[in-house]
Nanobody, 113 residues
Framework: QLQASGGGLVQAGGSLRLSCAASGSIFSLSFMGWYRQAPGKQRELVALITSAGSTNYADSVKGRFTVSRDTARNTVYLQTNSLKPEDTAVYYC?????????WGQGTLVTVSS
């Protein structure tokens, strides 16, 4: 089970830190990451971190967002900086173990101009 939190309303240029807590150890997960879905748009990958610690980012967030993990807390974070109105979306935590894929509930990020 994945529990996401940390969303909210922020002005453009501001920052938020999203958290995703897993109910069990994250060591066995192939990757954990964040997706987002804006109104009227498809869900898209924002950032992910693999079990080896490698990271991958959508071009639109490179240099502004950072994904990290705390294996002791079974938690993955998404630090979002220099937020733009176009970052407004529901952000979903996700994880994979082998061929199994898990979604957490979303957390809403709203960026005002």
């Amino acid at each position: 089970q994945l529990q996401a939190s940390g969303g909210g309303l922020v002005q453009a240029g501001g920052s938020l830190r999203l958290s995703c807590a897993a109910s069990g150890s994250i060591f066995s997960l192939s990757f954990m990451g964040w997706y987002r879905q804006a109104p009227g748009k498809q869900r898209e990958l924002v950032a992910l971190i693999t079990s080896a610690g490698s990271t991958n980012y959508a071009d639109s967030v490179k240099g502004r967002f950072t994904v990290s993990r705390d294996t002791a807390r079974n938690t993955v974070y998404l630090q979002t900086n220099s937020l733009k109105p176009e970052d407004t979306a529901v952000y979903y935590c996700a994880a994979a173990r082998g061929t199994d894929f898990f979604w957490g509930q979303g957390t809403l990020v709203t960026v005002s101009s």
